[in-house]
């Protein structure tokens, strides 16, 4: 497994912007950030998968950014625009095959939350 450190997160008004950090204690193959509401399940919100563009959930499009520093082992989510849908437990995961449907390794999780 790999531990994932994440930081980043808070309160901030809508509209607003928030940075999301997680560091892997190596390198992995795939990362992807996840959120969760009460009541919900986990959402998938952002993939970075090895390819050229990651993948996004349709509802965070043109809002956030995902990027990956490939020497510091570090995923950020950029996230803009935010609104109050966007409130809720944000988590970093990592799995070493992008194939596989689950993710092994979880961040313990960082709260954003956005007023109106």
């Known amino acids: 497994q790999v531990r994932l450190v994440q930081s980043g997160g808070g309160s901030v008004q809508a509209g607003g912007s928030l940075k999301l950090s997680c560091e892997a204690s190596r390198h992995t193959a795939c990362m992807a950030w996840f959120r969760r509401t009460p009541g919900k399940e986990h959402e998938e919100v952002a993939v970075a998968e090895g390819r050229p563009t990651p993948r996004y959930a349709d509802f965070v499009k043109g809002r956030f950014t995902l990027s990956k520093d490939t020497a510091k082992n570090t995923l950020y989510l950029e996230m803009n625009r935010l609104t109050p849908e966007d409130t809720a437990m944000y988590f970093c995961?990592?799995?070493?095959?992008?194939?596989?449907?689950?993710?092994?390794?979880w961040g313990l999780g960082t709260e954003v939350t956005v007023s109106s």
């Open positions: 995961a990592a799995k070493d095959y992008c194939f596989r449907s689950h993710y092994t390794s």
